[in-house]
Nanobody, 123 residues
Framework: QVQLVESGGGLVQPGGSLRLSCAAS????????IGWFRQAPGKEREGVLC????????YYLDSVKGRFTISRDKGKNTVYLQMNSLNPEDTAVYYC????????????????WGQGTQVTVSS
């Protein structure tokens, strides 16, 4: 069964850090680009950051540059989103998703999605 499972979300104070994980089962992530998206209440889902099958990173939000990084552990079949210097505007449900080989900032380009993990930045 093909599945993506996100974890690592939670409540963090402004300026804090979280690392989200996206673990795949039922298939290997080696040939896929993995995108992280987020959706805040009342807003559309938006692309945050993506890592291609060749480990090339693409940012879709200027606001996270210098604060968020993405990485892949092929041995664990897992992709990580490291989020530093978090602020309340980063509060959202974060999703990981797969698309074949190359990154895309469009939700429609992705086929498999995880269930999402809530990130709340608040004092």
């Amino acid at each position: 069964q093909v599945q993506l499972v996100e974890s690592g979300g939670g409540l963090v104070q402004p300026g804090g850090s979280l690392r989200l994980s996206c673990a795949a089962s039922g298939f290997t992530l080696d040939y896929y680009a993995i995108g992280w998206f987020r959706q805040a209440p009342g807003k559309e889902r938006e692309g945050v950051l993506c890592i291609s099958s060749s480990d090339r990173n693409t940012y879709y939000l200027d606001s996270v540059k210098g604060r968020f990084t993405i990485s892949r552990d092929k041995g664990k079949n897992t992709v990580y989103l490291q989020m530093n210097s978090l602020n309340p505007e980063d509060t959202a449900v974060y999703y990981c998703a797969t698309t074949l080989y190359y990154c895309s900032g469009y939700v429609q380009s992705y086929n498999y999605w995880g269930q999402g993990t809530q990130v709340t930045v608040s004092s």
